[in-house]
C-alpha cells in the first residue's frame, strides 16, 4: 500500500509563490510515477506536473516556465514550486502517484491541500 501526504498549501497573492510538498510511504517502486493534480470548484480534476524517477518531467503549458517539479528519490518525496500564481490557479492540489503494471493503471492520491491565490 501506498500513502501520500502533502503539505504547503495556503492563502498566497497573485504574482506570488508557493511551494508544495508531498511523502510517499509504503512500497515505492522505481518505475512509478509521481505528480500534482488540481481540481478547482465545479471543474474535473487536471494534471498540472509528473516527475519518474529518472528526473524526466511534464508540465500542463499553462504552468511551464513558472512551476518547477522535482522528486528526490532517496526520501520518496515530490515537490512543486510554485510562481507567479493567478487568482484562477486556486485549487486543491492533489499528490499522485502512478503506476503501471502489464496492463493495469493504479493511482493513488493525497489528501489534498488548498491553494488559494486571493489579494
Known amino acids: 500500500q501506498v500513502q501520500l501526504v502533502e503539505s504547503g498549501g495556503g492563502l498566497v497573492q497573485p504574482g506570488g509563490s508557493l511551494r508544495l510538498s508531498c511523502a510517499a510511504s509504503?512500497?515505492?517502486?522505481?518505475?512509478?510515477?509521481l505528480g500534482w493534480y488540481r481540481q478547482a470548484p465545479g471543474q474535473q480534476r487536471e494534471l498540472v506536473a509528473q516527475?519518474?524517477?529518472?528526473?524526466?518531467?511534464w508540465l500542463e503549458s499553462s504552468v511551464q516556465g513558472r512551476f518547477t517539479i522535482s522528486r528526490d528519490n532517496a526520501k520518496n518525496t515530490v515537490s512543486l514550486q510554485m510562481s507567479s500564481l493567478k487568482p484562477e490557479e486556486t485549487a486543491v492540489y492533489y499528490c499522485?502517484?502512478?503506476?503501471?503494471?502489464?496492463?493495469?493503471?493504479?493511482?493513488?492520491w493525497g489528501q489534498g491541500t488548498q491553494v488559494t491565490v486571493s489579494s
Open positions: 509504503g512500497n515505492i517502486l522505481s518505475s512509478d510515477v
Open positions: 499522485n502517484l502512478w503506476r503501471v503494471i502489464g496492463d493495469s493503471n493504479i493511482n493513488y
Open positions: 516527475v519518474n524517477s529518472g528526473g524526466s518531467t
